[in-house]
């Protein structure tokens, strides 16, 4: 999985979490990383429902492991303003990392991905850099350093 400035979505301007979801399935659909906006979304939806992937510090990692997902793929997303999303420390959200997974891969691929993120978003150095960061030349190379390992091509 390469992840390049096309996985970068700032200044997003989403009022809820379900907006944000729906941003980001519309933009799954038109980098033609799934096949339907509507079933992703609704993936996201569903994945929500079993528990929050709301972190802390202002971090979420929503996923969406469905069959019209052609490949794997992580989305950044750094929105305006801080949303409301349950989360570890009861803090709003405003940056987010969608993972979006091929339902045959959610044991494999969606695994690693995970865990290096979470891995990184325990790391203060990792969070401080992404929050302060504003390009997307700059958040490329600070997120791709974390996915390394992690089916890249």
Request: no cysteine; hydrophobic share 40%; proline share 3%.
């Amino acid at each position: 999985m390469k992840f390049t400035k096309k996985n970068i979505l700032l200044n997003q301007e989403a009022e809820s979490k379900e907006a944000l979801l729906k941003v980001i399935a519309k933009y799954a659909k038109m980098q033609n990383i799934v096949d339907s906006e509507e079933a992703t979304y609704r993936a996201f939806l569903r994945r929500e429902a079993e528990s929050s992937t709301g972190l802390q510090d202002g971090f979420a990692i929503p996923h969406a492991k469905d069959e019209t997902v052609k490949t794997p793929t992580v989305i950044f997303v750094k929105n305006k303003k801080h949303i409301s999303w349950e989360t570890f420390d009861d803090q709003p959200v405003q940056y987010v990392f969608a993972l979006l997974v091929p339902k045959a891969e959610q044991g494999t691929v969606h695994i690693q991905m995970l865990s290096a993120l979470a891995t990184a978003l325990m790391e203060d150095d990792f969070k401080n850099a992404i929050i302060r960061n504003t390009s997307a030349a700059e958040l490329v190379t600070i997120i791709s350093n974390e996915m390394i390992g992690v089916n890249q091509q």
